[in-house]
């Protein structure tokens, strides 16, 4: 009888430690998988950043940069480039060059986005899509390429805004896509009157819009 009793408490203490055991088991498991699901939360949240900054560019794609390089033109070692930048239907123009002698000089747009002649005739006359006499910029009959004059300070330093919303840049209406089309630069002044380019002279750097 004794053996008996014996036997029993053998057997009900192997039940409870396999009964142990097996909690622990299921504990360390349990462990595991919140361990697993932390990781694919941080992997979630990884995503939707990365998702965050591609709606960022996204929204970033509705303005469009485009800069040019200017040549020298005529011999006159004018170096420098203009950027034009289109945001909420309106470009902007920012001329940045060297060289230049102290004072007033013209810059136009011109119909032909070709600049390798020396002289830079190859860039044709002022764009022109209306078919308007030459004049100021906003004020009465001008051309669309009649942007006006810059001032160059006494280091040779030239540098222009401009802004308008009567330009694009690659756009479906030609008579405001500047794109394909070059910038000149001239020795003179434009004096606003003198037809059809305002009596500005050479032509010392030009650039295509491209």
């Known amino acids: 009888m004794k053996k008996l009793n014996l036997a029993i408490m053998i057997m009900a203490l192997i039940f409870t430690v396999s009964c142990k055991e097996k909690e622990n088991d299921t504990m360390v498991d349990d462990m595991e998988m919140e361990e697993v699901d932390g990781s694919d939360m941080d992997m979630d949240g990884d995503s939707m950043n990365s998702d965050d900054m591609d709606s960022m560019n996204s929204n970033s794609g509705d303005k469009m940069s485009i800069v040019v390089p200017m040549g020298s033109k005529s011999e006159s070692g004018v170096t420098g480039s203009i950027r034009f930048v289109e945001e909420n239907g309106t470009v902007t123009m920012t001329a940045n ?10 810059i136009h747009i011109h119909e032909n986005g070709n600049c390798d002649s020396r002289d830079g005739s190859s860039a ?16 009465g009959s001008y051309h669309m390429g009649d942007i006006g004059n810059l001032e160059t300070d006494s280091e040779g330093i030239t540098i222009k805004e401009f802004s308008t919303d009567q330009w694009c840049l690659d756009c479906d209406d030609d008579s405001k896509n500047i794109v394909g089309k070059s910038v000149i630069v001239h020795a003179k002044a434009d004096d606003f009157t003198s037809q059809p380019s305002g009596a500005a002279g050479a032509r010392v750097a030009c650039g295509v819009i491209e």
């Open 124 to 139: 044709g006359g002022h764009w022109n899509p209306t078919s308007d006499e030459h004049g100021d910029w906003g004020d």
């Open 97 to 106: 060059l060297k060289g230049l002698s102290e004072g007033t000089h013209a």
